[in-house]
C-alpha cells in the first residue's frame, strides 16, 4: 500500500513540475523579462529587477514563472503600460507581444531623431567566484539613464557597464564616489589608457602602462601610490574606461 502511494505522490509531482514548466503564463511573462532586458540593452534581468520596473513585489513574477499562479489582468496592464508589451498577448497569447509599429531593443534606439533614454547597468567591485566575470550589482537604486544617441556614438549598449570609484588612488582624475562607464568589448591593453582589469577576484579602475619591464597599473595620485606591476597571465582585462561622472 506504502509502494503504491509513493508511486502515486511521485507521478502527482511529476505531473506538476511538467505543468508548471509549460505554463503558458509562465513562458509570456518570461518573455517580457526578456524584452525588457533587450530594450536596456541588457542581456538579461533579474526577477527583482523586471518586478521594480513596473512595480509589483519579485514575488509576484516568481510565482507567474513557477507556473503557480496566472498573470492577472492588472499585472498585465502595469506591463503594458511599462514595457509595451500588450495586455491582450500576456492574458491570452494571442496577436503579437508588441504592439504593432513598437520596435524593440536596438532599433528602436537607432531611430533618426530618437532622444530616448536607454540605460546602462552598475557593476560590483568584486567579481564572479571562478569565472572572473563581472556581476551586476541587483542592489543599486536604478539603472543609469544615459541619452541613447550619445551612448550609440560611444559603442553598443549591451557592451557598456558602469562602476564606483573607491578611494583617492586615481586623485586627481577620479575621485572616491566617481561613476565610470567602460566598454567591455574593448579589452585589448592599451598603454596610458584607464582600463578596469579583474585581480584576485577583485575590479581595478586604474591606468594602464605597458612597457619592456611588463604591465603595471599605475594611479594617477602618484604622491601617495606606487605603481603595481602586475602578472599579466593573472589578471583580466574588462574593459576601457570612456566617460566619468563626479562631485567638483
Request: charged share 25%; proline share 4%.
Amino acid at each position: 500500500m506504502e509502494d503504491n502511494k509513493s508511486q502515486y505522490e511521485a507521478v502527482s509531482i511529476q505531473k506538476t513540475n511538467q505543468k508548471e514548466k509549460n505554463s503558458a503564463y509562465a513562458l509570456r511573462m518570461k518573455r517580457a523579462r526578456q524584452i525588457a532586458a533587450e530594450d536596456k540593452g541588457l542581456t538579461k534581468l533579474s526577477q527583482a529587477m523586471f518586478a521594480k520596473m513596473v512595480g509589483v513585489h519579485p514575488s509576484v513574477i516568481s510565482h507567474i514563472e513557477a507556473g503557480t499562479t496566472r498573470i492577472q489582468p492588472e499585472m498585465a496592464r502595469m506591463v503594458e503600460k511599462e514595457l509595451g508589451v500588450r495586455q491582450a498577448w500576456l492574458l491570452t497569447g494571442e496577436g503579437q507581444a508588441r504592439a504593432e509599429g513598437a520596435v524593440p531593443g536596438e532599433s528602436r534606439r537607432l531611430a533618426p531623431g530618437n532622444s530616448d533614454f536607454c540605460n546602462v547597468k552598475k557593476v560590483k567591485s568584486v567579481l564572479e567566484v571562478g569565472t572572473g566575470q563581472l556581476v551586476e550589482d541587483e542592489l543599486s537604486e536604478a539603472l543609469y539613464s544615459f541619452r541613447s544617441d550619445w551612448l550609440l556614438r560611444k559603442g553598443p549598449v549591451c557592451d557598456m557597464r558602469l562602476a564606483r570609484i573607491s578611494g583617492d588612488s586615481m586623485f586627481p582624475t577620479l575621485g572616491d564616489g566617481d561613476l565610470v562607464l567602460f566598454d567591455t568589448s574593448k579589452t585589448e591593453p592599451l598603454d596610458g589608457k584607464i582600463m578596469a582589469v579583474g585581480i584576485d577576484g577583485l575590479l581595478y579602475i586604474k591606468r594602464l602602462r605597458v612597457s619592456p619591464d611588463g604591465f603595471f597599473l599605475v594611479s594617477d595620485n602618484r604622491a601617495v601610490y606606487e605603481p603595481w606591476r602586475m602578472n599579466f597571465e593573472a589578471a583580466k582585462f574588462l574593459g576601457l574606461v570612456i566617460w566619468h561622472c563626479g562631485e567638483l
